[in-house]
């Protein structure tokens, strides 16, 4: 096929469904062909030069480790076109400041940014419904994360270590939050939400500060916790 020729002239490996497999060769900036539907398990893993990547809005999936261990990729914009993104795909970066996520997911997989320690900030999709374990261990820049209001459980160690943490905004919706989630967090974290949710339960059970969020009016704008900004 002559298009997966002139794909694996520029270093891709690939297989049936536009799978592309593995990078072999080189280079700082990468952008890879509209012709792949899906980034493979470990296609990018330990390209230690890596610094961008361009994903175009082909890509539906990005597997296992896809991007592990680029150290030396700063940032990633993930199209809407992804409704997957598999576990350790983004562990390790650790000079990844910023990453725009597709508004498709529904989960954030096992150890997704773990050992991200540049992470500076995260804006959780309105889909997502899930947080597994690990997501965020270790990433250690991590100030304020809003979880959004479909999520139904953060499971174990998701935000372990992320010692700049300060707050977290949980909603009432959050009906199970896992064991040691925010162990090894700054002492002045605060996790936000409702009186009597679970976000409550859990930071009185494990000794965390609480604060409850008060509504927010309509015409107001709201900042982190509630907090109404000029």
């Known amino acids: 096929d002559e298009l997966i020729a002139r794909v694996e002239e520029k270093g891709y490996q ?3 469904h536009s799978i592309l497999r593995e990078y072999e060769c080189s280079g700082t900036h990468i952008q890879i062909p509209d012709s792949v539907t899906c980034i493979g398990d470990r296609a990018f893993r330990y390209h230690s030069e890596l610094q961008s990547v361009v ?6 999936s990005i597997s296992d480790s896809a991007f592990d261990g680029c150290i030396s990729l700063e940032e990633v914009m993930i199209p809407d076109s992804v409704k997957e993104i598999g576990s350790f795909a983004f562990s390790s970066c ?6 725009t996520l597709s508004q498709k997911l529904q989960k954030l997989d096992t150890a997704l940014f773990s050992h991200s320690v540049s992470l500076e900030s995260i804006q959780i999709p309105a889909g997502v419904t899930e947080i ?9 820049k991590l100030k304020k994360v809003v979880i959004p209001e479909k999520v139904k459980s953060i499971k174990d160690e998701a935000f372990k270590g992320c010692e700049s943490l300060e707050s977290v905004i949980i909603p009432e919706g959050v009906t199970k939050i896992g064991k040691d989630v925010f162990i090894k967090c700054s002492p002045d974290l605060i996790l936000y939400g409702k009186k009597g949710s679970e976000a409550e339960r859990y930071a009185a059970e494990n000794g965390l500060q609480f604060a409850e969020m008060e509504p927010c009016r309509s015409e107001e704008k709201t900042g982190v916790a509630g907090e109404k900004i000029a």
């Open 14 to 16: 690939t297989g049936t």
């Open 94 to 99: 650790k000079n990844l400041r910023n990453i």
């Open 132 to 140: 597994d374990r690990f997501v965020f261990h270790n990433c250690k």
């Open 55 to 60: 994903i175009p809005d082909s890509v539906v």
